[in-house]
């Protein structure tokens, strides 16, 4: 009942662009903080970006390797959260997971362990 179902990857070419979703149900998105994570092939899973929940101060952060580059967003009309990835480079080539927690006023794109809901993945290729 209760699901994070991740969408929008696919293959792009340098320099390209993409916007990932991340869709809920059985729940309510906007009262969750929501990070995108990725992991690459032999690679350990890192933080990308988080947004505080709905009704907070709306900060958004992101890592360093893609700060200027994505974009973390809401849509609560469709309880969907975005990612726009734009400037693509090989290094992003990843499995991309949203995850969804209950930690109130917070956004902390490192804090995996306090994520209470995550998707499958989707696959991000970034290749010429």
């Known amino acids: 009942q209760l699901q994070l179902v991740e969408s929008g990857g696919g293959l792009v070419q340098p320099g390209g662009s993409l916007r990932l979703s991340c869709a809920a149900s059985g729940f309510t998105l906007d009262n969750y903080a929501v990070s995108w994570f990725r992991q690459a092939p032999g690679k350990e899973r890192e933080g990308v970006a988080c947004i505080t929940r709905t009704g907070t101060d709306g900060r958004t952060n992101s890592a360093d390797s893609v700060k200027g580059r994505f974009t973390i967003s809401r849509d609560n009309a469709k309880n969907t959260v975005y990612l726009q990835m734009n400037s693509l480079k090989p290094e992003d080539t990843a499995v991309y997971y949203c995850?969804?927690?209950?930690?109130?006023?917070?956004?902390?794109?490192?804090?995996?362990?306090?994520?209470?809901?995550w998707g499958k993945g989707t696959l991000v290729t970034v290749s010429s």
């Open positions: 995850a969804a927690g209950d930690i109130g006023n917070m956004c902390v794109i490192k804090a995996a362990y306090a994520m209470d809901y």
